[in-house]
């Protein structure tokens, strides 16, 4: 490995300074503590164990009665979800990931560990995120929200973290959650401002966009999980490489009449037409990666859609004029192998509906879901497409 | 460089054993980590609790020193910090102004480690990782939990920023 002159240096003063150190005597191992800091897993061990022996007991009193007589196993269907598992999130594991290896297999009904809306309760990692929330995305247990109250806020953890500043428009995280990207009113003028979302939530600076003339407002359109931030005005369409380089570069001119109108787990969602009025709803939308030069790489042919996501094996899709007007919920959502092998539509158990802005694959071949009835309960459902099936899920 | 511990020395010690003979090691890497002492021993005292309290994994790991160091880092990264630290801008232009480090001591002459100290707690540990231990980029993502790329931008940005701290605008 070549070094250069600062990579020396480094290296010989931390090798000085750990050299150097005096080490104080190791401290008493404090066993009690650790006794003392995971109450939950013993109390949860001797629940476990109560459980057994319950059931031996059980067991071993009908077992041990000739005359007792064997009731008629009670007529039902075959229970074919396995019991849920809950994630157990602690501070130096991630949480499991709640789906099911098998894709012929029973679908699991526990709740994801991504962030999910539950009517207006936020779960992370399975653990509920204090407040009242509108909106939430994000992977794993990093996420963006929107408060009742209309801040915004962030988190690694289920513990919200505020984003600060005022906001015109809403934020974007990337879809592994890695790294989000906003336009903060300065009040003299816009800044594009982004920021990974570990601990310590470094920031990438800022570009100023102060000098842009947008009619809408510049939005961030997309965050790659290579952290390069796309943002799209009425006259311009930025791609910032905050972790490359710093700089800007106008996707115009790398990849003229293409406009980046969204972001999925499988790449871009890109389209040809005008910056200020091309969507999805029509035209040939299709999915693209885009490279550090600026080069938007076609990836697969998308369907026209009103909201549309894409993971590593399939996508889903409502089609156009399926948002808006007065329906609140989609019957069904139409799924297709990103080769376009395959297709079909899933529908969520009777008496719901799909939010039409709620769904994402928690896998390659597992889809999750936001669904409300007529009277508004919420629930959330996991679906797989093929053969397409959707259960709800065990809420908390 | 003193390994934290080797499978063989695992195997052939008690708990009690290890602790005692990792002791000065981890107490280096956690000073490196935290950049002063009472935080280094809490974080070297705490990540001894974690290797106890999972010593039959460590003990039975094909490389124990790996789980020890994975343990060490996530503790120094998941130990809170002021809300004033996070989403804070920091740019290789817009690096944080030069702490004055403590008097006396060889620490006292050195040029970069100050700046290292003042770096965030992530880009601390990618530099400490790459330059200290000599990892590659792909096990330092295997200690942080993070892809390789996401190493190499963290790397990136630290030394960007302690190159700003010494006043040298050079690129890499």
Not at chain 1, 37 to 49: E, G, K, Y
Not at chain 2, 2 to 23: H, K, L
Request: glycine share 10%; proline share 9%.
């Amino acid at each position: 490995m070549m070094y250069d002159d600062l990579e020396q240096t480094l290296i010989r003063e931390l090798d000085d300074v750990a050299s150097n150190l005096v080490i104080p005597e190791r401290p008493t191992f404090p066993v009690a503590e650790r006794r003392s800091r995971r109450l939950a897993v013993p109390a949860m061990a001797a629940a476990a164990a109560a459980v057994v022996v319950l059931i031996l007991v059980v067991t071993f009193l009908t077992s041990g009665d000739p005359d007792r007589v064997e009731p008629a196993p009670s007529p039902g269907p075959t229970p074919t979800s396995p019991t849920p598992t809950a994630p157990t999130p602690t501070d130096s594991t991630p949480p499991t990931e709640a789906t099911d290896p098998a894709a012929g297999g029973p679908i699991s009904t526990a709740m994801p560990v991504d962030p999910v809306l539950v009517g207006l309760d936020l779960f992370v990692g399975g653990e509920q995120v204090p407040g009242e929330w509108y909106n939430a995305d994000g992977r794993g247990t990093h996420w963006i929200g929107r408060r009742a109250d209309e801040t915004w806020w962030w988190g690694y953890d289920a513990e919200p973290q505020r984003l600060e500043g005022v906001m015109q428009q809403p934020p974007v995280i990337s879809p592994s959650g890695g790294y989000l990207a906003r336009i903060v009113d300065e009040g003299n003028g816009l800044m594009l401002v982004g920021a990974d979302t570990e601990e310590g939530g470094e920031g990438f600076g800022g570009v100023d966009l102060s000098d842009i003339t947008s009619d809408p407002p510049v939005r961030v359109e997309a965050v790659t999980d290579d952290g390069l931030v796309v943002a799209r005005g009425s006259s311009m369409l930025w791609w910032w490489r905050p972790l490359v380089d710093g700089q800007t570069d106008d996707l115009q001119e790398t990849a003229p009449g293409q406009v980046v109108i969204g972001s999925t787990d499988a790449g871009l969602i890109v389209n040809e037409g005008e910056l200020d009025e091309t969507d999805g709803t029509q035209g040939a939308p299709y999915l693209a990666r885009l490279s550090p030069d600026g080069t938007l790489t076609r990836v697969a042919d998308l369907p026209t859609h009103d909201v549309l996501e894409a993971g590593a094996e399939w996508l889903a899709y409502v089609p156009p004029g399926t948002v808006g007007g007065e329906a609140s919920a989609a019957t069904e959502l139409q799924v297709q192998r990103l080769d376009g092998s395959g297709a079909g539509v899933l529908t969520p158990p009777d008496g719901w509906g799909f939010i039409v802005l709620g769904f994402w694959w928690e896998s390659d071949d597992r889809l999750v879901a936001r669904v409300v009835t007529e009277n508004g309960e919420s629930g959330l459902v996991r679906c797989r497409p093929d053969p397409a099936e959707c259960v709800l899920i065990d809420l908390p | 460089m003193v390994p934290m511990a080797s499978r063989a020395g695992v195997q052939a010690s008690t708990f009690d054993e290890y602790a005692a003979s990792a002791w000065p090691s981890l107490y280096r890497h956690a000073y490196l980590l935290s950049g002063n002492h009472a935080d280094a021993e809490d974080l070297a005292q705490q990540t001894l609790i974690k290797v106890h309290g999972a010593w039959s994994k460590v003990a039975g790991a094909e490389a124990p020193q790996t789980y020890v160091r994975r343990i060490l880092v996530n503790t120094f990264l998941s130990t809170k910090r002021p809300m004033a630290r996070r989403l804070e801008v920091l740019a290789g232009d817009q690096a944080p102004e030069p702490v004055t480090p403590p008097a006396d001591g060889p620490e006292d002459r050195m040029t970069l480690w100050p700046h290292v100290r003042d770096l965030p707690p992530r880009q601390r540990a990618v530099i400490v990782l790459r330059y200290y231990e000599h990892l590659s980029e792909a096990e330092i993502a295997d200690t942080l939990g993070c892809s390789a790329g996401t190493v190499k931008s963290t790397a990136h940005r630290a030394l960007a920023n302690l190159r700003t701290s010494l006043g040298d605008g050079r690129d890499e």
